[in-house]
């Protein structure tokens, strides 16, 4: 199997190995320096009572029920929106799509500057009345995590409305047609004939961005290094900080193998809660 | 749909077109933007009186931009065409002969889906350094070369193509190599250059795995280079808006010259 053998080497040294390596130094201390030092179940241990590590959990957690019905519900709404016959429509899907083909560096920098506190979003905020006072988004730590849910929402929404594109154009016309003759409205036609044919696509969203919001990094790292007083920390930025600021390579390993846990079980249950009402209708 | 309607739906599309749309003009005005004019202000000034080239010029010649720029090019060299060769032999094989244990390996593919790579990122390092690739270009492109999602739209590709054309091969004498090189491969160039163009962009943005890899400053890309930039650079926030503008420009109008394919991938990917 000449065909198969690079996918399978590299598979075999950059996936398995590493995690073979993640599974075993979870239960050692290591530094890199010194030899690793076993110590049974201490590092999950730690985590217990570790008070970062749950600040860190909970901001993940945060950052999955904020961001989840977002990216579930605005992308299904701009889909619908640019699935319609008009004229220039493909305009609208590449501007929508934007964000998603730049880097995160790119648009948390470009953030910063709407962020700042003579900014456009302070000024628009202060001028409708919304605000009292300029606010300084990323440096309160109310603010911070909210405007980091903006930006990461507001960059991956359009990958999620292109998929669920590609879900209404396999919907066929006709189910339209007789439903507006039997007198239904744009609105009704969205919650009874749009959203439950969209259930296989809806099931594959919530994976994939549960998979998203749990692993919120890159945002973290150039606007607020976690901070203010770790009101943004999330586990994948205190996973990165412990292992490669700190050199805590074994604890980090465990909060790895934590975090994937939870990946894949929010995963698994998602997918199954989404198929069973599949099987259902 | 009546004109009235028509109309409301365009407003619509053009406010969240302009929600969208505008951080990117923001940073763009901030670039060209003169030093005498203020870059924050209530209101906003949106246009540049008038438009300078001088943060560019700054960014381009006293900061390390053409450096990163270079380090970018040469990973898209090092990684995209390789990423296809790996991706296109395994979907190859995947999709086109029988053996044992082939379900196996597709899963076991396919699984790695699941290992995301925030979690992977300790442990992978760890391999890497004791391959002795730390800080070299090596250790930054080879972990990427095996992508399920690669391997999956190819094997997808091969599939689809009829039999008859194999048989046809068969006929021709052509030898296994033949039959991949000259008879399958030319049939889903769609798919590569929609592979192609994933790749491209994501070796464009890639920022974690070259964090955690590189220590040499010399050999960051751009999107590295810049979050550099933004902890000592920071106070000059012309120049950093015009380095910015500079590394997201390429990926944008290569974006919007190849869309086409984008949603054509994208369809690719779900369906499977």
Avoid at chain 2, 79 to 97: C, E, K, Q
Avoid at chain 2, 248 to 256: E, G, K, Q, S, T
Avoid at chain 2, 260 to 270: A, D, L, N, W
Wanted: overall charge neutral; charged content about 10%.
């Amino acid at each position: 199997m000449l065909f198969l053998t690079p996918a399978l080497l590299l598979l075999a040294v950059f996936f398995l190995w590493p995690a073979a390596t993640a599974v075993q130094l979870a239960f050692f201390e290591y530094d890199i320096v010194s030899d690793p030092v076993w110590v049974g179940l201490g590092n999950f241990q730690r985590m217990l009572d570790d008070p970062r590590f749950w600040t860190a959990l909970r901001n993940s957690g945060l950052f999955l029920a904020a961001m989840l019905p977002i990216l579930v519900c605005v992308p299904l709404l701009l889909a619908v929106l640019v699935n319609m016959p008009l004229r220039g429509i493909k305009v609208f899907r590449v501007m929508y799509y934007l964000p998603v083909v730049t880097s995160m560096v790119v648009v948390a920098i470009a953030w910063n500057y709407v962020f700042h506190q003579r900014g456009i979003l302070n000024w628009l905020l202060t001028t409708l009345g919304v605000l009292d006072e300029p606010v300084q988004y990323l440096l309160e730590p109310g603010w911070a995590m909210p405007a980091l849910v903006l930006v990461e929402s507001w960059k991956s929404a359009g990958y999620y409305m292109m998929i669920y594109l590609a879900g209404l154009q396999s919907i066929p016309r006709d189910l339209y047609e007789a439903a507006e003759m039997d007198g239904a409205g744009p609105w009704q036609r969205l919650v009874w004939i749009t959203t439950p044919l969209l259930r296989p696509y809806i099931a594959v969203i919530v994976v994939l961005a549960a998979m998203d919001a749990m692993q919120v990094f890159t945002s973290v790292f150039v606007m607020t290094q976690g901070g203010p007083q770790d009101a943004t920390m999330t586990l994948g930025y205190y996973i990165y900080d412990e292992a490669f600021r700190r050199f805590d390579i074994g604890y980090a390993n465990a909060m790895g193998i934590v975090l994937w846990l939870i990946l894949v079980a929010f995963s698994m249950v998602s997918y199954r809660l989404t198929r069973g009402r599949m099987a259902t209708t | 749909m009546t004109l009235t309607r028509r109309i409301a739906v365009y407003g619509v599309l053009s406010l969240i077109a302009i929600a969208f749309v505008l951080p990117f003009l923001i940073l763009l005005t901030s670039s060209l933007k003169p030093a005498n004019q203020p870059l924050h202000e209530f209101p906003p000034a949106l246009v540049p009186l008038p438009p300078v080239l001088d943060w560019f010029i700054e960014a381009w010649t006293t900061i390390d931009f053409p450096i990163y720029l270079w380090n970018s090019l040469m990973l898209e060299v090092l990684t995209v065409p390789a990423y296809l060769l790996v991706s296109a032999f395994a979907g190859y094989a995947l999709a086109r002969f029988d053996f044992r244990g082939k379900q196996f390996i597709f899963y076991l593919i396919v699984s790695t889906m699941f290992l995301p790579g925030e979690v992977m990122l300790v442990p992978r390092f760890l391999v890497v350094s004791q391959l002795g690739m730390v800080d070299t270009f090596a250790g930054l492109v080879l972990p990427g070369l095996m992508s399920a999602f690669g391997i999956f739209l190819i094997r997808q590709a091969f599939e689809q193509l009829p039999s008859e054309l194999f048989d046809a091969a068969k006929m021709d004498g052509c030898n296994h190599w033949q039959t991949f090189r000259q008879v399958a491969l030319p049939q889903v160039r769609p798919t590569l250059a929609t592979l192609a163009i994933f790749g491209f962009i994501s070796v464009w943005n890639s920022f974690i795995w070259p964090l955690v890899v590189l220590s040499s400053e010399d050999k960051y890309p751009l999107a590295l280079g810049l979050a550099y930039l933004k902890g000592t650079f920071g106070d000059d926030q012309r120049s950093m808006a015009a380095g910015t503008v500079m590394a997201a420009l390429p990926v944008i109008v290569f974006f919007i010259a190849m869309q086409r394919h984008f949603v054509e991938g994208m369809k690719g990917s779900v369906k499977g």
